[in-house]
């Protein structure tokens, strides 16, 4: 349903640009979400576009460095992730749900449905 790829070594100040790839659900009426997770620590959200209305969320850790983007002829929904620093080193994850991003902010638990990650690491 989603699957998530674009991940990578970078240095820290560099840019990453992460896709998420969807199939099975109306895309169009849909939230789609970034959360991440690092070994040992909780999850975290990054971001998330609600489609029906364009309207877009980010957790204050990325705001002003990350940007959340969609595609709907693609049905793909785009993560472009700037200044990053070794504590953005993480599994991010994407998932969807046909609620508001309100609805499972900040967390992005309990969402309908959520893929593979993809591993970002940030050296310093």
């Known amino acids: 349903q989603l699957q998530a790829s674009g991940g990578g070594l970078v240095q820290a100040g560099g840019s990453l640009r992460l896709s998420c790839a969807t199939s099975?659900?109306?895309?169009?009426?849909?939230?789609i979400a970034w959360f991440r997770q690092a070994p040992g620590k909780v999850r975290e959200g990054v971001g998330c576009?609600?489609?029906?209305?364009?309207?877009?969320y980010y957790e204050d850790p990325v705001k002003g460095r990350f940007t959340v983007s969609s595609d709907i002829a693609k049905k793909t929904v785009f993560l472009q992730m700037n200044s990053l620093k070794p504590e953005d080193t993480a599994s991010y994850y994407c998932?969807?749900?046909?609620?508001?991003?309100?609805?499972?902010?900040?967390?992005?638990?309990?969402?309908?449905?959520w893929g593979k990650g993809t591993l970002v690491t940030v050296s310093s």
């Open positions: 576009i609600y489609n029906r209305d364009g309207s877009i």
């Open positions: 998932a969807a749900d046909p609620g508001d991003c309100a609805v499972h902010s900040p967390y992005y638990y309990g969402m309908r449905y």
């Open positions: 099975g659900f109306t895309f169009a009426r849909y939230a």
